[in-house]
């Protein structure tokens, strides 16, 4: 028997949630076969099995959060699949017998439901007639409330997701998880019956009860500020929340600003989408910006490094992150080595990565191992702004908008020149105020010069 453990998916990893389950306890499970879909603190990723055999017991329900190497399953021989109550609860939560009944029930059994139990309750008190209770939305038999004393739903943070996007109430399901929990496929099953959001509620019976908890995703009573939703933060936006608040307390922060004039950029990228085929990627500024970073990054190692455990690391791979916005939160996919790669290259790379940032399927090995970032704001006409440097590196670059303003020329005479402002955010403890200014002069050399970039 060996056990399978809560895996580190990414650097930053400390712990992960269950999401799905895709084998169910008597399974067979080959060696690097799709196990389980897990969230962690950057992306949703599908985990390999690292061992071969039956799938004989499920530790880690739907919905749970454990530490990373905290058991998760356990694969041995057929004839050591855990029956009965002893922790194999996920087992049978994935059973497609429970799945279809919707009940919580162990191993085949089913716990009581309101067919068996009407009938009892009709022979001991005929008279008066109850009126028929109603079903909740999405459940079928009875299982324990997925509404805590609290008022707050029981759901695992995917079922939360998917009934957020779609409008769905949750407060009117019945979970098929344990103890209740709403799960995915609670939530996939009112979808697909068409239910609403909210849920119409069934004719009143008798005067309206007293006032209960406010449908949404969780909420407080009325304030001066009105009605207060509470909305719980998913891994990746705690993560996010977790290092910014570190990086502004613990690195500090000096801003070093500057103007950029791109006016012969502009010109060469002119020229560039007028010989491009169709259907040919064309280089964006940001991406001139990355590659002007990135060589810039080769030559000055400090601006390269990071402050770890009291010490500098200067790193021989130059990997700049691009700041990506996603649905609520803020992430970084990185361009790897991308002082070697030519611009058409960056650009490919840059489009692909925000795509899959965007569709959700970025993966943690694309989120880990920058060592630059560039955050760019500029397409929001946000002329300057101050970045918080993504910890441990040693900078960040904020980028703004660009814009054509007048330029006194040295002549004397008023140009028409393209400019972008820029701010460079630089740890103290690496960087010093000479150290970043350098740096972003040869930054603004390569982009003033943009045949540079090519070379």
């Not at 855990?82 to 919580?104: C, F, K, L």
């Not at 990228?269 to 259907?279: P, V």
């Not at 990135?294 to 490094?305: D, F, I, K, Q």
């Not at 130059?318 to 939160?329: E, I, P, R």
Request: with cysteine.
């Amino acid at each position: 028997m060996v056990d399978l453990v809560m895996p580190r998916l990414s650097d930053s990893m400390e712990e992960g949630t269950v999401l799905r389950w895709l084998k169910s306890v008597g399974d067979e499970v080959a060696l690097g076969e799709e196990l389980v879909e897990i969230e962690t603190d950057k992306a949703n990723m599908v985990y390999e099995a690292d061992a071969a055999g039956t799938l004989i017991e499920i530790l880690a329900q739907e919905g749970e959060t454990l530490p990373v190497g905290e058991p998760i399953a356990r694969v041995g021989d057929a004839s050591e699949v855990v029956e009965g109550d002893g922790g194999g609860g996920a087992s049978r939560q994935h059973a497609p017998s429970t799945e279809e009944q919707g009940a919580n029930g162990s191993d085949g059994a089913t716990l009581p439901g309101p067919a068996p139990s009407a009938a009892p309750a009709a022979q001991a008190a005929p008279s008066p007639p109850a009126a028929p209770s109603p079903t909740p939305t999405g459940g079928g038999a009875h299982s324990p409330t997925a509404v805590g004393g609290d008022g707050r739903v029981k759901a695992s943070p995917l079922a939360k997701r998917i009934a957020r996007d779609r409008g769905l109430d949750l407060h009117g399901l019945t979970g098929s998880g344990p103890s209740g929990r709403i799960v995915k496929a609670d939530v996939e099953k009112a979808l697909a019956a068409g239910v609403a959001a909210p849920a119409a509620a069934p004719a009143p019976a008798a005067p309206a009860a007293p006032p209960g908890p406010t449908p949404g995703v969780s909420e407080r009573p009325e304030t001066a500020k009105g009605r207060v939703e509470l909305v719980e933060l998913t891994k990746l936006q705690q993560t996010v929340a977790r290092r910014m608040a570190e990086s502004k307390a613990t690195a500090p922060h000096f801003y070093l600003q500057a103007e950029f004039d791109l006016t012969a950029a502009v010109e060469g990228r002119n020229r560039l989408k007028a010989m491009a085929k169709e259907g040919e990627t064309v280089p964006t500024f940001n991406d001139m910006i990355v590659k002007a970073c990135a060589l810039a990054l080769r030559e000055h190692p400090r601006a390269n490094g990071a402050y770890r455990d009291g010490r500098i690391e200067l790193y021989s791979r130059v990997n700049v992150g691009v700041a990506v916005a996603a649905q609520d939160a803020l992430v970084v996919p990185t361009v790897f080595d991308a002082d070697r790669k030519g611009l058409r290259q960056i650009s490919a790379e840059t489009r692909a990565l925000t795509a899959r940032v965007r569709d959700g399927s970025i993966t943690p090995p694309e989120l880990s191992g920058g060592t630059f970032t560039v955050s760019n704001l500029g397409m929001y006409g946000i002329s300057n702004f101050q970045a918080v440097i993504n910890t441990p590196q040693a900078g960040i670059l904020a980028i703004g908008a660009l814009a054509a303003k007048p330029v006194v020329t040295d002549s004397g005479a008023i140009e028409s020149r393209q400019l972008m402002g820029v701010t460079l955010a630089c740890d103290h403890r690496i960087l010093y105020g000479a150290d970043g200014a350098i740096f972003l002069a040869r930054v603004r050399e390569l982009l003033e010069e943009p045949l540079a970039l090519a070379l």
